[in-house]
């Protein structure tokens, strides 16, 4: 499912690839430059049932500005866009084994690093904004820059996510590696996540993040947008990641672990912190 003027190249594109191709809506509509949530949903429904009636091998909603992407399995599970860098990320070591590092903000999941890891690729953690994914595009040895929103930079092509690049990417590695998106879902590890915003005015993030600093002194952490504190207990606890938001009076919270019961007790304890230490006098 293409919007706008992408869907006519990438029809030409991927056409010339020798790929079976059909384009939605590949039309200029200056009215429908973005989508509200029920109209995206109304158009992957849309597209979940055109790939698993003509059962094909992929489904691509490209955003506006030609930048995101959106991916459907064949089996018509549309796949969050973690949980989609995680499929992109192993795609990328199983077909370029020469790889020795790649990047990827610091909210994204513990699948990638466990896949690097099991290959001794080594994971660089950048800002999750476009800005810190180019910066990392630009360091020497990196070949793959991973995104929590739908976008990949691969710099041997652009130092840009580039949606049409991707997706054409991706259906290389696919044929390479010889397994599709769906089956790959459902191989490689799949780890619990739980969110949670908690309430927090600008006034009382410096305090917070002083406090979330001396608590977790002694443990591994990575110092990137917040605060990402490592749980080496070889316990169903993996990580959280607590980052003040930008621009709103919100404190984000990122639990992760093995299993969705840890991964929500650990959510509710550390909302539970931050509320105590913005409340602490």
Same mark, same amino acid.
């Given at each position: 499912l293409l919007e706008g003027i992408t869907g006519i190249r990438a029809s030409m594109i991927l056409g010339s690839f $020798?790929?079976?191709v059909v384009a939605l809506n590949a039309f200029l509509d200056p009215k429908k430059l973005t989508r509200d949530r029920s109209e995206l949903e109304y158009s992957l429904q849309q597209l979940m049932h055109i790939v698993t009636s003509l059962q094909y091998d992929l489904g691509c909603l490209i955003d506006a500005g030609?930048? +995101? @992407? &959106?991916? @459907? &399995?064949? +089996?018509? =599970?549309?796949?969050? !866009? $973690?949980r %989609?860098? !995680?499929?992109v990320a192993e795609l990328? %070591? =199983?077909t370029h084994v020469d790889a020795r590092i790649i990047a990827v903000p610091i909210s994204s999941p513990g699948e990638v690093d466990a896949l690097a890891r099991e290959r001794s690729v080594e994971v660089m953690k950048t800002r999750d904004s476009h800005l810190a994914m180019m910066e990392a595009a630009s360091i020497k040895g990196v070949r793959f820059v991973g995104g &929590? +929103?739908?976008g990949f930079i691969f710099p041997d092509f652009f130092f840009a996510t580039d949606a049409m690049y991707a997706v054409a990417k991706i259906l290389e590695m696919i044929a390479l590696a010889g397994v599709n998106l769906g089956e790959l879902d459902g191989v490689i590890p799949h780890l619990a996540r739980v969110t949670r915003a908690v309430n927090c005015s600008c006034e009382y993030k410096g305090k917070v993040m002083r406090k979330i600093m !001396?608590?977790?002194d002694g443990r591994r952490r990575d110092l990137v947008d917040g605060v990402k504190i490592h749980f080496d207990d070889a316990g169903?606890? %993996? !990580?959280v990641l607590l980052v003040p938001d930008k621009e709103r009076p919100l404190f984000h919270v990122d639990a992760e672990a093995r299993d969705p019961e840890t991964a929500t007790r650990l959510a509710d304890e550390y909302e539970q912190h931050v509320i105590q230490w913005r409340d602490e006098p």
């Open positions: $020798d790929c079976q030609g930048e +995101k @992407i &959106t991916v @459907i &399995t064949e +089996k018509g =599970r549309v796949l969050p !866009s $973690d %989609l860098m !995680s499929l990328f %070591l =199983r &929590t +929103k739908g !001396s608590a977790s169903p606890a %993996l !990580s």
